[in-house]
């Protein structure tokens, strides 16, 4: 017998483009109920409204929160109306895919700005401890079905340097940490915790990133497929990592990058 997602959700973070709305978009269509939490521009709400009437057509139930996830306010009070409105143990994963970071140099040659502490703290907290905080607010509420998933994006630069990325990168590696601390401290709760490392995918985040053209060209050729890592090619792995016999996966960093990371 098939496994059945009836009357469970998953939480996308920053699921509003890029990789976390392909993954709400294939986790839609194999039956499971999404939650989208999100801070989008106003002049991408339109193209984001689209996608959310788009997986609406698969029967699943779609809930979206446009709101500044990384305020403890507005977190609590997210959490508080899901609580209210679904009742308890609903949420069969939630994924981690903020997208929210200070890109630049350690070092400038021509005198301009520079990291700042406060650039690496705002860095951290969006990209990797508020994967903490909502895991742990679900879990305080209760709202986690047994056997739930806690899945966070990672990628490359969490052990590669690269110009302009060293707070990011900083994150990524806090981030990937922190899933290993979730992995071990939450299982009681029945709760996995894994990071994806997908490879280079051409979304808006990556496109922000100074010399990401280079870095797009650079994967290619290290790719045995010779191609970029796609959204779906992510959404696919997530999903795997939602079904039941993916429950002794745990505590890992999985690339989903066709053997990108091949050396």
Sequence with gaps: MSQSYKNKYAVILGGSAGLGLATAKKLAHEGMNIIIIHRSRRSVVAAFEDAVREMEVSGCEIISYNTDALNPKKRQETVDDILAKLGKGVIKLILHSIARGNLKPLYNTEGGNTLSNE???GTLDAMAVSYY????????AELFTPSA???A???EGSSRAWPQYA?????????????????LEFAPLGITSNCIQAGVTDTESLRLIPGSDKMKEMAVKRNPYQRLTLPVDVANAVYLLTRDEASWINGATIPVDGGEHIR
């Design 167 to 183: 707070a990011v990168a900083a994150a990524k590696a806090a981030l990937e940490s922190i899933s290993r601390g979730i992995a």
């Design 119 to 121: 650039d690496f703290k």
């Design 153 to 155: 994006f990672t990628s």
């Design 133 to 140: 905080d909502w895991v742990s607010a679900f879990a305080k």
């Design 149 to 151: 998933r806690a899945i």
